[in-house]
């Protein structure tokens, strides 16, 4: 079965800052892998989803995300934050193939951005 | 109008009580799917379905039951509903011949007084 950690569970930042939140997964093959976003009060957003090929992907809003075999992880990234980028991030992770349907989410991140 | 709706929004309950949540899709998925979330603890699937006559428990479906209505709507029922079932409820929907994103719902926060 596959496994999400994310290590920080709070982050703050300052506007304009680059930032970069961690993911780690566990998994036997390639796995799907999924950046969403929960701001208050509402629900997941899919910011970008890495299935096979390229292994930088862009996302909505800025973001992006890398994905490295070597380390099991997909790290997301953005060069400058902005203060509506303040919500919590979940990492998710999907068996590639039959078991796609199985999304397993990290415990997320909570990003705060200082003005 | 969004293409995952979910009704109520908010509900105050109190224990022993039953009570239906329910999800409405129209994006044309065959696939629908139950989670909680609670702080902390990121989200966990409770039932999941992949078409009318295809329904499966997840990861913590003791306490819950649910009902596919039709391809666009799930519902998800607390028979007799508990203090520890307080918790954040999203409905998500996804399409095999998509690559199985799931896309989701608003939620709906459910309070067992």
């Known amino acids: 079965a596959q496994s999400v950690t994310q290590p920080d569970i709070h982050i703050t930042v300052s506007e304009g800052a680059s930032l970069e939140l961690r993911c780690n997964y566990s998994?036997?093959?390639?796995?799907?892998l999924f950046w969403y976003v929960q701001s208050p009060g509402q629900g997941l957003q899919l910011l970008l989803k890495?299935?096979?090929?390229?292994?930088l992907v862009q996302g909505i809003k800025g973001f992006e995300a890398e994905f490295k075999r070597s380390q099991s992880s997909f790290n997301l990234r953005k060069p400058s934050v902005h203060w509506s980028d303040a919500a919590e991030y979940f990492c998710?992770?999907?068996?590639?193939?039959?078991?796609?349907?199985?999304?397993?989410f990290g415990k997320g991140t909570k990003l705060s951005v200082i003005p | 109008d969004a293409d995952v709706t979910q009704t109520p929004r908010n509900r105050i309950t109190k224990t022993g009580k039953r009570i239906m949540l329910e999800c409405s899709q129209t994006?044309?998925?065959?696939?629908m799917y139950w989670y909680r979330q609670d702080p902390g603890l990121g989200l966990r699937l409770i039932y999941y379905?992949?078409?009318?006559?295809?329904?499966n428990k997840g990861e913590i479906s003791d306490g819950y039951s649910v009902s596919r209505q039709a391809q666009a709507k799930f519902s998800l029922s607390l028979e007799s509903a508990i203090p520890n079932q307080t918790a954040l409820y999203f409905c998500?929907?996804?399409?095999?011949?998509?690559?199985?994103?799931?896309?989701f719902g608003p939620g709906t926060r459910l309070t067992v007084l």
């Open positions: 998500a929907t996804s399409d095999l011949t998509r690559t199985d994103t799931q896309y």
């Open positions: 998994y036997g093959a390639t796995p799907y």
């Open positions: 890495y299935f096979s090929g390229d292994t």
């Open positions: 998710a992770v999907a068996a590639s193939g039959a078991g796609s349907y199985q999304l397993t």
């Open positions: 994006k044309g998925h065959d696939r």
């Open positions: 379905s992949f078409d009318v006559k295809d329904i």
